[in-house]
């Protein structure tokens, strides 16, 4: 139980830090109001993912013999959503939706 504690809190720090990083660089060029609004709609909209996610889990995992590690695997499952939508939303925002003029980087 130590190891996945440790694992644990690791992806929870490295999700902390995740959220940090696409709050805080954010192109410089657009308005910030505007880049505000796409990002808290990108956490709603991951958080709206791991809640159907861990609902459809537990619905599926209830009667199993997993039922013991599901707060586990949800919860890693979850930090994994996290960090791929983070990651999908980081792209989109500054290659697609507030992409400069100025070429790719």
């Given at each position: ?14 999700a902390?830090v ?71 939303g ?11 003029g100025?070429?790719?980087?």
């Open positions: 139980m130590l190891d996945t504690g440790f694992v644990m809190i690791a992806m929870l720090v490295l902390g995740m959220v940090w990083a696409f709050f805080t660089f954010n192109p410089e060029y657009v308005d910030k109001k505007t880049v505000n609004a796409y990002n808290y709609s990108v956490i709603f909209i991951i958080f709206l993912f791991c809640t159907g996610f861990s609902f459809k889990s537990y619905a599926y995992l209830e009667g199993s013999k997993y039922v013991d590690f599901l707060p586990v695997l949800l919860f890693l499952s979850n930090m994994m959503i996290v960090a791929v939508g983070l990651m999908v980081f792209l989109v925002r500054n290659f697609f939706i507030f992409r400069s100025r070429g790719m980087f």
